[in-house]
């Protein structure tokens, strides 16, 4: 059997579309490569910054240098259209090493982009009988992308998308370009989906979207309506439901209000906000205001005690002054952010933004601005931390691994999103554990089992010695 390998860059959202790529080539008779030459590699990219466009084509460069007769293809943010050197003037076929592209909406045409390379192999099965990777019997090539049954890596911690594409154009983002214009998945496939997941040991499901809060159903904006829906399923099972990533226009009273009343909720919102001066929000045609914002930061944490807040914010945006800088600083003190995914402005081609070169700031000053914010967050977002020491918190485990001493140092995430670690005398992945807090690291926090707890760990183990004995 053809062998494949995946390497994803960039969101969840690509993590996301790498299982349903895996999912259609497993259907079309390829494995995963492991520890073989893969015989097809394909690269899914992120354009967000020129560093992530760098990484991988340093990838794709070192594949191909270590794997000179593989096939290498590339999807992701990078493509622009679908095809290969006869079929498509992607731009990025003018590089040597890739044979064909495909945008991700075209995941199902992969039989017909490989056929030409592997004229030996039959990939006529992959339309005409079911298969795991498929939603119905036979998938056709023009089928929509949501239809393919993704290739779960880890089934306890999952990954749904709910809609592709975006609407509001942000004046540095090259996303409505690269993903095209919102589509949003019916509420009943979403649910289906997930309900699947659930029975098969899902604790954690967190639902995807370049703007997911602006999902739409009939004609109607009822995100709030599809989080109280997939919530029954705690009945069954669910644990955690999280979601990736909202727009402050579409974070309503009635999202607000199924977060503070459901059981799966996470006390846990990440809410980009881009800037904190209304005149950089502007240039940045976010179309909304710093006093805007803060409100809806406000009753959230009224309505939720306790949450804790993440953002998105770009230093260094065309014509960002001094003056700017300091009103972000200002606002980033005021809203004591628990985590800040801060990046320094990289001009991405096509995009508004790119063509205010005139404005540009000095990478020097970027540079400087980018350290100093990140100084106030770390103020801000310890601050928080500090504060969970002595108290127990509930650890979604996503990591075991065996120390010297024979015990298992578990790592994972809190309800809260904190990194969280721990040593216990069994490995724990994919369990949830409550642990007690009693240092920080910096941004992570370390914890033992509570009393009550290592009891457990002890009975289990001693169960265990006696049925081997």
Same mark, same amino acid.
């Not at 079911?130 to 990954?159: H, M, W």
């Not at 020097?364 to 504060?387: M, N, V």
């Given at each position: 059997?053809?062998?494949?390998s995946?390497?994803?860059?960039?969101?969840?959202?690509n993590y996301?579309?790498?299982?349903?790529?895996?999912?259609?080539?497993?259907?079309?008779?390829?494995?995963?490569?492991?520890?073989k030459?893969?015989?097809?590699?394909?690269?899914?990219?992120?354009?967000?910054?020129?560093?992530?466009?760098d990484?991988?084509?340093?990838?794709?460069?070192?594949?191909?240098?270590?794997?000179?007769?593989?096939?290498?293809?590339?999807?992701?943010c990078?493509?622009?259209?679908t095809?290969?050197?006869?079929?498509s003037?992607?731009?990025?076929?003018q590089?040597?090493?890739?044979?064909?592209?495909?945008?991700?909406?075209?995941?199902?045409?992969?039989?017909?982009?490989?056929?030409?390379?592997?004229?030996?192999?039959?990939?006529?099965?992959?339309?005409?009988?079911?298969?795991?990777?498929?939603?119905?019997?036979?998938?056709?090539?023009e089928?929509?992308?949501?239809d393919?049954?993704?290739?779960?890596?880890?089934?306890t911690? @999952?990954f749904? #998308?709910?809609?592709? *594409?975006? !609407?509001?154009?942000?004046?540095?983002?090259?996303?409505p =370009? $690269?993903?095209?214009?919102?589509?949003?998945?019916p509420?009943?496939?979403?649910?289906?989906?997930?309900?699947?997941?659930?029975?098969r040991?899902?604790l954690?499901i967190?639902?995807?979207?370049?703007?997911?809060?602006?999902?739409k159903?009939k004609?109607?904006?009822?995100f709030?309506?599809?989080?109280?829906?997939i919530?029954?399923l705690?009945?069954?099972?669910?644990?955690?439901?999280?979601?990736?990533?909202?727009?402050?226009q579409?974070?309503t009273?009635?999202?607000i209000?199924?977060?503070?009343?459901?059981k799966?909720?996470?006390?846990? @919102?990440?809410? #980009?906000?881009?800037? *904190?001066? !209304?005149?950089?929000l502007?240039?940045?045609n976010?179309? =909304? $205001?710093?006093?805007?914002?803060?409100?809806?930061?406000?009753?959230i944490?009224?309505a939720?005690?306790?949450?804790?807040?993440?953002?998105?914010?770009?230093v260094?945006?065309?014509?960002?002054?001094?003056?700017?800088?300091?009103?972000?600083?200002?606002?980033?003190q005021?809203?004591?952010?628990?985590?800040?995914?801060?990046?320094i402005?990289?001009?991405?081609?096509?995009?508004?933004?790119?063509?205010?070169?005139?404005?540009?700031?000095?990478?020097?000053?970027?540079?400087?601005?980018?350290?100093?914010?990140?100084d106030l967050?770390?103020?801000?977002?310890?601050?928080?931390?500090?504060?969970?020491i002595?108290?127990?918190?509930?650890?979604?485990?996503?990591?075991?691994?065996?120390?010297?001493?024979?015990?298992?140092?578990?790592?994972?995430?809190s309800?809260?999103?904190f990194?969280?670690?721990?040593?216990?005398?069994?490995?724990?992945?994919?369990?949830?554990?409550?642990?007690?807090?009693?240092?920080?690291?910096?941004?992570?926090?370390?914890?033992?089992?509570?009393e009550?707890?290592?009891?457990?760990?002890?009975?289990?183990?001693?169960?265990?010695?006696?049925?081997?004995?």
């Amino acid at each position: 059997m053809p062998t494949y390998s995946i390497q994803t860059f960039g969101c969840q959202m690509n993590y996301s579309d790498s299982e349903r790529v895996a999912s259609v080539l497993q259907r079309c008779g390829f494995e995963p490569a492991e520890k073989k030459d893969p015989d097809v590699i394909i690269v899914n990219t992120c354009s967000v910054r020129q560093k992530s466009e760098d990484k991988a084509y340093g990838f794709i460069v070192n594949q191909k240098k270590k794997h000179p007769h593989a096939l290498i293809a590339v999807t992701g943010c990078m493509v622009r259209q679908t095809g290969d050197r006869h079929t498509s003037r992607d731009e990025l076929l003018q590089y040597d090493p890739i044979g064909f592209v495909f945008r991700i909406e075209d995941t199902a045409r992969i039989p017909k982009l490989l056929e030409s390379s592997f004229p030996e192999h039959d990939f006529s099965g992959y339309l005409q009988s079911p298969g795991s990777g498929c939603a119905e019997p036979g998938l056709d090539p023009e089928r929509n992308y949501f239809d393919i049954v993704p290739s779960v890596q880890n089934k306890t911690q @999952v990954f749904v #998308p709910i809609m592709q *594409g975006c !609407d509001k154009f942000c004046t540095y983002c090259i996303v409505p =370009y $690269t993903r095209g214009r919102e589509i949003s998945r019916p509420m009943d496939d979403i649910f289906s989906e997930c309900k699947k997941h659930v029975e098969r040991g899902a604790l954690e499901i967190t639902l995807l979207g370049q703007n997911v809060n602006s999902y739409k159903w009939k004609g109607k904006k009822c995100f709030a309506e599809l989080l109280r829906k997939i919530d029954t399923l705690h009945e069954k099972g669910l644990s955690r439901l999280r979601f990736t990533s909202p727009h402050p226009q579409d974070f309503t009273d009635d999202v607000i209000s199924a977060l503070a009343e459901m059981k799966t909720s996470c006390p846990y @919102v990440h809410l #980009p906000v881009q800037h *904190g001066s !209304d005149r950089m929000l502007r240039a940045m045609n976010r179309n =909304y $205001t710093i006093e805007k914002y803060e409100d809806i930061i406000h009753r959230i944490r009224q309505a939720i005690p306790g949450v804790t807040i993440a953002t998105d914010i770009i230093v260094g945006f065309p014509g960002e002054t001094e003056e700017d800088f300091q009103e972000l600083l200002n606002f980033a003190q005021r809203m004591k952010f628990d985590f800040s995914y801060t990046a320094i402005f990289s001009p991405r081609r096509n995009t508004p933004a790119a063509r205010m070169q005139k404005e540009f700031v000095p990478l020097e000053i970027k540079k400087d601005r980018f350290h100093r914010f990140d100084d106030l967050i770390k103020k801000t977002s310890w601050e928080y931390r500090e504060k969970s020491i002595g108290k127990e918190l509930q650890i979604l485990v996503e990591s075991s691994e065996k120390q010297e001493n024979g015990l298992y140092l578990n790592g994972g995430r809190s309800r809260e999103f904190f990194e969280t670690y721990f040593l216990s005398g069994r490995p724990l992945k994919g369990k949830e554990v409550l642990t007690r807090v009693r240092a920080r690291d910096g941004y992570i926090l370390n914890g033992e089992l509570p009393e009550h707890e290592e009891r457990i760990q002890r009975r289990v183990k001693n169960e265990s010695l006696q049925v081997l004995s």
